[in-house]
Structure formats: C-alpha cells, structure tokens
C-alpha cells in the first residue's frame, strides 16, 4: 500500500531510504498509538479514541525543514471529531525549527525536488523501489 524511496544525492554521498503512503496499522487509532512516543501526543489521540465522532487521517509522509532541508520521515496524523481536533507535529531534529504541517505524501522522480541536507545542492535523486504494508 505504500510505497518505498531512495534518496541519493549526486554531490556527495548523502543516501537514505523512505516509506511513504499508508499501512495496516494507520486504519485504528488504537493501532497507531503505540507507534506514537509524545506522552502528550499519546493523552490527545487517547480521548479521541473513545469519541465515536472521531475521523483520521494518517499515513507515513516526508516533512522538510524549511530552515535547514533536513529530511524527517515521520506519521502524519489529522484527527478531527464533532468537538475537537488535533494534527501531530514535529520540530526538526537538527535545528528545532517547526517542520510544516503540510508533508509530502508522495514522491515523484521526475518533479519532486528536494534540496540535499548535507550539502544543500538541488536536487536528490528519487527512485521508487517497492511497495510496502
Ligand atoms: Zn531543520
Ligand atoms: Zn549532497
């Protein structure tokens, strides 16, 4: 269902693999919160779980730090219920900086372009190699 990246860069050896898309375990919150780590995250999707109202929508994306390029391969999650809502986020792990709330959910090889975080040089090789579940 989802599916498999490589991220190369022609500049220097900055490589790395990515999932994107959505698994079996993003259908139930009750199946994504022990993926989660945030206590706080984990009390917010808690009370949303008991809340019939309660809509979600989540699948594994690609959030890129508008200061400093850094590539974070993260769960998106957007809960939304009749008298609450809630979207995870993220601060950069190099710098803090806010990661967007808006993250790539897929990658194309010929039109994504993404800046290398290791040497800042446009652009990444993508190339899809599987899917995934
Ligand atoms: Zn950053
Ligand atoms: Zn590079």
Redo the contacts with the bound molecule.
Sequence with gaps: MGTAYKLN??????SRDVFLGIGFSHMYLSSILPIIKNTEARQRITAFISDESAKHDSYEALFVCGKCNNLHNELFLQIKSNSDRYEINYNCSRCSEPLPSEPLEELSPTTTVLT??????KK?DITSYMDWD
Aim: proline letters at 8%; hydrophobic letters at 10%.
């Design positions: 860069c022609k500049h220097c050896t900055y290398c975080p290791n040497c800042g040089k990444l």
